[in-house]
């Protein structure tokens, strides 16, 4: 029998993170949803049974290490290999620049950015002995353009690229996909809704941008992308 | 009976331009073939011809308006419309900058950037009223990192992206999907091996890269990509 | 008798391509100015002569090969070697890209990109002898940003930057300094205060700008800046 | 009596840190050295005395917030405003992905990136009540690409462009110039010729990027630049 093939999704909430699960499950995946708190990862799961998918809820504070190494000994321990993991943790902070705290600073770039170390350095050492994964990183308008009152979550979206590209060339020789994706606009969910007033028509649709994650994962070895842009089709830019 | 969906391939050799061809045909278009010669084309109808497929040549010379002109009142008189142009003309240029003439640099210029305004031009009036199209332009290193002795191929490259990059961003808004594909590493075909002795291993999958096209075409609007890369696994970058 | 070392300034207006050819006087330089027209290269030599400044005025049509090359013969019969390049010509344009005409583009890629083309090939062959030079491009918002109604320029501005990379790369080994400005804003001079109804207070002022060209044509070669951006410090970017 | 200017410079080695303390003590300022060792800051002060200028040794743990906190009231006491702040300090590394602990990791980031939110929060206050002032950030290479087995270097030297960009944007229109020095290449100092073997022709000379700081530094508020880069003649980029 076949081993079965496990994503992990890292930060999963009700907008992007539900709809990676979801994609990932639809094409065959064991997807491990990593999430603080259990409410949404219930109640992945339960659509997940319903549709005979598998998913496993993974409780993990991102911001502790110990928290991410029981996760990740919690994931091994399921039956398979782990080929994907999907960094969608992030901590959002948008303030005046004196305003945010040094800890809140901190904050951002340990959720947004060190998780991603923390996680990845557990989950490589068996991708590289099968010469074969996906590391997939969401990104941000602010990854690459730090606005004014962004200093935190710029800075921050900044490391993670900065560690994406620099994992990218070591690890691409290596059989190791790595690829970084900039979402340029506001994903619709019903926080994004209510935090920034964006209509439906205005936002990017987490399903759409799932299928895009789906499809880097499966590209030939022979044309990988390391690095996308997604916004809406009206988004200005 | 539902109108025709026609693609324009402009600048099909035996590498890519060839795959987009094919890999349009696949699913459904009725592909406008564009190039110099004849030979490559003719081959690539008669295996339209054998699969069902709808592949029309169209004999064009991209350094003259003329001739664009002509190519495009005869793709007009197809029954259809155009609703893919993809921008795939380029003219190779390594060579100190004092050994490259200016007609040479010119050359160069006109057909990797000046053909595609002449094309993108003539098409884009119908495109606009029907709110909707995608206009793919084929980009390469040189397009983001002018390198010694690329003076010609990197400027006019730089210039095919900005010209990408103004258009994205008004037509966008307008229903009209562009986007530049960054195109890193050498190209599996004949000629490339030859010039470049480059192995099949190292090299870009024309098959491939196609197949990263047809799914920029088919992102829904609410996620459109407006640039991408694509190298294979094992180049350095 | 040292030989008086010449700095040619292609594109003078009456904003920054004569605070240029002031700034380059007053640190003697005898300066070659290259305009279209004569009216401003009379004046700029009428200044230059008051303070026992040298300036040459040259009428050149830089959409014109055969202009250059008169233009760089009578240089070249100074007595004195070429030792700085600025290419401070260019062509704005912005309006839609339908009614942009495909002469417009080509005129705004010729006068902003290929003229530059002309002009340092005609005199890298001297500085490559002496093994050195500095070559300066003036770029623009425009060269790293594509915006919409901005094809033709931004296009032009690209190729341009692409072609300055290109030749600090393959130069800079043998000498000589390839540096290529971005002027985020607007410069102060009547033109632009009466087009864009920007205050002076909120603009470029290009006597700085060209103290920035110097500095940069005094950089030590152990210190080579090959992009450098500037804007006034209200600027929105 | 006009108060003291003061230029704080954070992280002061044997290398680029040096030669900034001198060259802004040569135009005036009264400068306030911070780094970790006395050594070197004893030298430069002695220095300073026997040329009549102004040097304050800081001793000061950049991974430490209460000793910067210290080491900035230290400076407060002072006599004179702080108009400059320079952010010199990084910690460098350079090794295989899994090899780098997270807390080198982490090490790096806070070196180079956290140390500077915690000076700059002190120091801002000031200079917005005076809404004047400098803020000027070393970069490198690794700032802009992450190359193979820069992971953690480059991720915190990213961090520090999107912080840099950042501050930029909010503190601009305030009167608060930010900028950020792309260094691409090596420095040339004792401790970089043991570590990389390179001849000093191929080095970036501390002094002469000194030079450069400080004319950022005097540049007038309508020609700022935010990013800058600077590598010898020689160097391959």
């Not at 962004?150 to 900065?162: D, E, I, N, T, V």
């Not at 020789?173 to 019903?190: E, N, S, T």
């Not at 209509?199 to 399903?207: D, S």
Request: overall charge negative; proline content about 3%; charged content about 25%.
């Amino acid at each position: 029998m076949a081993k079965e093939k496990i994503a992990v999704v890292a930060g999963v909430g009700q907008g992007l993170g539900a709809s990676l699960c979801r994609e990932l499950c639809s094409c065959g995946y064991h997807v491990a949803a990593v999430a603080r708190k259990p409410a949404i990862l219930d109640r992945l799961r339960d659509e997940a049974d319903a549709e005979n998918h598998r998913l496993t809820p993974v409780i993990c504070d991102l911001l502790d290490q110990r928290s991410i190494e029981q996760a990740h000994a919690s994931i091994k321990a399921l039956s398979g290999d782990i080929s994907v993991y999907i960094h969608n943790a992030s901590l959002f902070c948008m303030d005046e620049y004196l305003k945010t705290s040094a800890d809140i600073y901190e904050n951002v770039w340990r959720t947004t950015c060190l998780s991603a170390v923390h996680f990845t350095q557990l989950i490589l050492p068996d991708m590289m002995s099968h010469k074969q994964g996906s590391l997939l990183f969401t990104g941000a308008t602010a990854a690459v353009r730090g606005g004014a009152e962004f200093a935190a979550f710029a800075s921050a979206k900044f490391a993670l690229r900065g560690l994406s590209q620099s994992l990218a060339r070591e690890l691409g020789p290596q059989g190791i996909h790595v690829a970084h994706i900039v979402l340029d606009g506001i994903i619709d969910c019903d926080w994004t809704r209510e935090r920034f007033g964006v209509k439906k028509e205005k936002a990017l649709y987490p399903e759409e941008i799932a299928k895009i994650y789906r499809f880097l994962i499966e590209q030939h070895p022979s044309a990988w992308t390391q690095e996308i842009d997604l916004r809406p089709s009206i988004e200005k830019f």
